[in-house]
């Protein structure tokens, strides 16, 4: 493996590079919206009211 | 061997405390990196390599853990308005070739049976030299030119260009120039030696890179503050997919390891980055640059331990660079959440 090397198609290691993608954006969306449903109703429960987290 | 002592069959080889682990530190490191906006990656190889991954399974699974961390957080950038897309594309070639070279030092070092011990070494040097900065900075009561969290509310012409960056402009006038975002005008030579610089240290280290290319972005380049968040994120969306797919061809990504980090960390990021609304970034500097010296030392630690065999001194080091982010993640939600009551406490009181 030393030296340098020029990129050669590997689809399994692409599946794993993908599904690393795939995550990242399924996260990204997923908090986001959970933030979204359940933001206030914790800021509530942690300092009393959303208003004050802004 | 560490792991051993967690080790066992689980989801994606890997076992249920392990699984824990990971995403318990990535929430941390999520923390810090939400609110710092950088540096809580460069904790995740020193803590594999401690847990006694071989050295190209603890870099490449961090620099895939650094891609993903970077397409969550470029999402928002873009959505910012702070990447400039040229920029990123003229340093994509530059950090690739850095990235390479330095991916084949750690397998040649490996092959050599050295890699573990001098990245070790390396670390100890960069979290020490960086931890020392920002430790000073904060003692000084400067904030520096690190990440400005007001930085998305000012306008980019109103950030001035460091002298440095300006006698670099007027004095590498090597064709081709080009045009940026703020009207800069530079080399793009002057770029493409930024990004091999920064690109071998990713390739080396498994790190993003960005705590030392973003200051290089704004130094030698001229690159306004949030500018550079943004396209660095943007470059090492390229530039750590593509060091990850060169790791995971030879075996060096390990999605038991990536998966659960991410998962944690995409959380904390959020927490992180909703904390600094409410914090003052300077008064919790003194702690992230202590964090980093305790991880130098750890590292250190950590080191020795393998080195004269002493699985003790091994779990002292991992301790400690665990210990030491969890406590300046604590210390960030500790502040915002204290912030928070103290603003409630006084908005009711006026309502009264």
Redesign the interface.
Known sequence: ?????I??W?PE??V??G???L???V??VG??SL?RLFGPYL?EL????E???? | MLDSLLGGSGILGTSPEMLALFVGFGLVVGVLFGFFGMGGSFLVTPALLMLDYPAPVAVGSGMAFVFGTAVIATLKHHDLGQVDYKLGVIMITGTTIGIEVGRASVYYLESLGLAGGIISVAYVVLLGGVGAMVTRDALGGDGGDRIDHEAADKDLSEYEIPDIAKTIQRTVRIPPMVTLRGDIRVSAWVITAVAFATGLLSGFLGVGGGFIRMPAMIYAIGVPVPVAVGTDLFEIVFSGGLGSYLYGQGGGVDLGIVAPLLLGSALGARVGSAATAVVDADGIKIYFGGMLLVGAVAVGVGEVGSYVGSPALELLGLVLVVGAAVVVALAILYTALSSLRVTHRQQTSAAD
Do not use: F, Q
């Open positions: 493996m030393a030296g340098l090397e990129p050669t590997d290691t692409a794993l590079i599904a690393i993608l995550e990242s954006i996260l990204y908090y986001g933030e800021m942690l300092v009393g009211g208003t004050n987290a802004r």
